[in-house]
């Protein structure tokens, strides 16, 4: 039990130190980007944030001024049509998920790396374009999955293969917050099915204890069921302002997921097998203070470790991959199973059925 904690140790991706850095072309310059995804580059040694892009180019020289005096501020449009392109090697985009394909097939054709916050897209169909195109130019494709660079998460993975807690066999998982409080506009993008895609609380935060135990299982979905309902006026749009799912593992594991865009922040992830579990808490919102706990044979041991800013992680995590020609663990093919995950959630809860994938 102590050495299994004791060896919890920070980027075991690492191979390499002394890199060029990883010059980003930031599209979409809402808060998580201005206040997350920007601080994250400053503060990177890989990585530095030259070109702002926005629907309007007040709003990005604005933010071109917060990020670098020297970052160069475009508009999509401008984007689109191949400006700065000698400026940027990779592409951050973090605009609503119905928007993030266009981007990716422009940089695309530009041979530019690409970035893409998760869910990757709002669809399946626009999802496996974006895969397609990427391939097709021979471009690297990451989807922004923070949770794999997460310190934490990666150790309970390691756990979990060397079998530390037996055979997985269950995974509880949650994610819920007050949107309205955090974002007070019931017009805002993650409440429009155009923009953020057939929901909202699975779309956004579901994703997290989906994709969380994909990763630390290595496994993927076959089947899921669901539940879903809205009664707020705010949500009348879409189905989830609450949810649940259930979801079967190819390798035999079930889970069982809640996620809410109407209730208190909290968030979990626990793996219980044979002979123990593993458990992270709170797990999905960055720059928490999370408990990390293994339980073998009724004997307890949790740790309080330094926390790590997750988006310096991920960031940098994407650089070393670029300029190593390292593996990207979730690429495009990674991301696009979630999609379609998703949307058989969503279909199970309004055909009240199990969905097979």
Same mark, same amino acid.
């Given at each position: ?58 709003? &990005? ?8 005096? @020297?970052? @160069? ?14 400026? =940027? ?10 928007? $993030? ?31 397609? @195109? ?10 922004? =999955? ?25 995974? $509880? ?85 809640? &996620? /809410?865009?109407?209730?208190?922040? /909290?968030? $979990? ?59 990207? =663990? ?15 959630? =969503? ?11």
């Amino acid at each position: 039990m102590d050495d299994a904690l004791s060896e919890f140790g920070r980027r075991d991706w690492e191979t390499e130190t002394d890199l060029e850095s990883v010059r980003f072309a930031m599209v979409g310059l809402g808060w998580w980007t201005r206040e997350e995804a920007i601080p994250a580059t400053e503060q990177s040694d890989r990585c530095e944030t030259t070109v702002v892009v926005s629907g309007h180019h007040d709003k &990005a020289e604005d933010v071109a001024e917060i990020a670098d005096d @020297t970052a @160069t501020a475009i508009t999509y449009d401008e984007f689109h049509d191949g400006a700065a392109t000698d400026e =940027y090697d990779a592409v951050y985009v973090a605009t609503p998920n119905a928007k $993030h394909l266009e981007f990716a097939e422009s940089a695309a054709e530009f041979g530019k790396a690409v970035l893409c916050e998760k869910p990757m897209e709002a669809t399946p169909e626009r999802a496996r374009r974006m895969v397609e @195109t990427c391939e097709d130019a021979d471009v690297t494709l990451m989807v922004a =999955y923070r949770m794999q660079t997460e310190p934490a998460v990666r150790r309970a993975r390691e756990l979990v293969r060397e079998g530390a807690i037996g055979d997985p066999m269950v995974v $509880h998982g949650s994610m819920s917050q007050d949107l309205l409080e955090m974002i007070p506009n019931p017009d805002q993008w993650r409440l429009n099915p155009d923009l953020s895609g057939p929901g909202t609380s699975v779309m956004d935060l579901g994703i997290y204890p989906l994709n969380t135990a994909r990763f630390v299982l290595d496994a993927d979905p076959t089947a899921v069921s669901s539940f879903a309902r809205s009664t707020g006026d705010a949500f009348s749009d879409v189905p989830d302002e609450v949810a649940t799912f259930q979801v079967e593992f190819d390798d035999g594991t079930l889970a069982a997921c809640s &996620a /809410s865009q109407n209730a208190s922040q /909290s968030s $979990h992830l626990k793996v219980v097998g044979t002979e123990g579990e593993v458990s992270v808490e709170p797990a999905f919102f960055d720059r928490q203070n999370r408990k990390f706990a293994l339980e073998v044979d009724g004997n307890r041991m949790s740790l309080d470790y330094k926390q790590v800013d997750q988006m310096l992680e991920e960031f940098d995590y994407f650089a070393h991959q670029l300029r190593t020609d390292g593996d990207i =663990y979730p690429d495009g093919r990674h991301g696009l199973a979630d999609i379609e995950a998703m949307a058989a959630i =969503y279909e199970s809860a309004d055909e009240g059925s199990v969905m097979e994938l």
